[in-house]
T-cell receptor, first 114, second 115 residues
């Protein structure tokens, strides 16, 4: 049981380049989330999904797009990377939409935009 | 809007001593509260949660947390700290209800246990 898997684990981009981060979960969870973690800022929600085919904006969605074509996968895209998007990105998933179950996190993707 | 505050960026404690990591929250209604731990270069791991019932919640690795509604706090505690407890700790809150999807995190508290 792999849980939540993120690929890649590390990436360096040049300003203006694009990339997609992949998150896969094998727990049949309905809810999936993308967070970014910056020093002194904690975790901030970028986008989330409440089920296959649905996405919604979180706290800091600008510059990112997401897609949930399959229940087990949640993709985060950067169309034109900027240095301000240098961060560690975490994907998470959870089962219960009544907000009383914990989220499971991936290992993170460390992205540097130069 | 829901929010979480962790007033201490860093907590230092000697091995064997009790530890406390503080958390206060703000929500409309009764909160669902969580503690997560992050070890270096790892994702977050769930420690414990408060949903309802007993105000003292016990979790993984000997940690516990006390929910105090009047003080809107959910402090994390452990009776005897281990060096291996050194990590980054996050408090998080969700509002109850079917329409609540967002888990809001505090900024984190770095715990250092000194041998």
């Amino acid at each position: 049981n792999a849980g939540v898997t993120q690929t890649p684990k590390f990436r360096v981009l040049k300003t203006g380049q694009s990339m997609t981060l992949l998150c896969a979960q094998d727990m049949n969870h309905e809810y999936m989330y993308w967070y970014r973690q910056d020093p002194g800022m904690g975790l901030r929600l970028i986008h989330y999904s409440v089920g296959e085919g649905t996405t919604a904006k979180g706290e800091v969605p600008d510059g990112y797009n997401v897609s949930r074509l399959k229940k087990q996968n949640f993709l985060l895209g950067l169309e034109s990377a900027a240095p301000s998007q240098t961060s560690v990105y975490f994907c998470a998933s959870s089962y219960d939409h009544f907000a009383n179950t914990e989220a499971f996190f991936g290992q993170g993707t460390r992205l540097t935009v130069v | 809007a829901q929010s979480v505050a962790q007033p201490e960026d860093q907590v230092n404690v000697a091995e064997g001593n009790p530890l406390t990591v503080k958390c206060t929250y703000s929500v409309s209604g009764n909160p669902y509260l969580f503690w997560y731990v992050q070890y270096p270069n790892r994702g977050l791991q769930f420690l414990l949660k408060y949903i309802t019932g007993d105000n003292l919640v016990k979790g993984s690795y000997g940690f516990e947390a006390e929910f105090n509604k009047s003080q809107t706090s959910f402090h994390l505690k452990k009776p005897s700290a281990l060096v291996s407890d050194s990590a980054l700790y996050f408090c998080a809150v969700r509002e109850p209800g079917a329409g609540s999807y967002q888990l809001t995190f505090g900024k984190g508290t770095k715990l250092s246990v000194i041998p």
